[in-house]
Nanobody, 125 residues
Framework: QVQLVESGGGLVQAGGSLRLSCAAS????????MGWFRQAPGKEREFVAS????????YYADSVKGRFTISRDNAKNTVYLQLNSLKPGDTAVYYC??????????????????WGQGTQVTVSS
């Protein structure tokens, strides 16, 4: 079982930056691919970024490529999402998610087994 707790959300002006963190419980964190998803009001949850257990492989949605960076520190059981050059369209609740152990990173929310409670990111124009 993996428990996930996100932090770092907030209100920021367009063009600003935030760093989201996701702290995970469990002894097998380094074997879990991790992902970030977001959901804006009235919209479906969408993929943002994912990272392999080792951290060597990363994947991004086209809408955030070049602006967001996913990383992880397996010694701290934490995955991060650095958000730069934020736009009002990035406003959403951001969720951290974990795949089952040894599963590859994916872009579909249905492939993730564990979810955090979400953290709100609001970008003002």
């Amino acid at each position: 079982q993996v428990q996930l707790v996100e932090s770092g959300g907030g209100l920021v002006q367009a063009g600003g930056s935030l760093r989201l963190s996701c702290a995970a419980s469990g002894r097998t964190f380094s074997s879990n691919a991790m992902g970030w998803f977001r959901q804006a009001p009235g919209k479906e949850r969408e993929f943002v970024a994912s990272i392999s257990g080792s951290g060597y492989s990363t994947y991004y949605a086209d809408s955030v490529k070049g602006r967001f960076t996913i990383s992880r520190d397996n010694a701290k059981n934490t995955v991060y999402l650095q958000l730069n050059s934020l736009k009002p369209g990035d406003t959403a609740v951001y969720y951290c998610a974990a795949r089952a152990a040894r599963a590859a990173p994916g872009t579909s929310s249905g492939n993730y087994n564990y979810w955090g409670q979400g953290t709100q990111v609001t970008v003002s124009s």
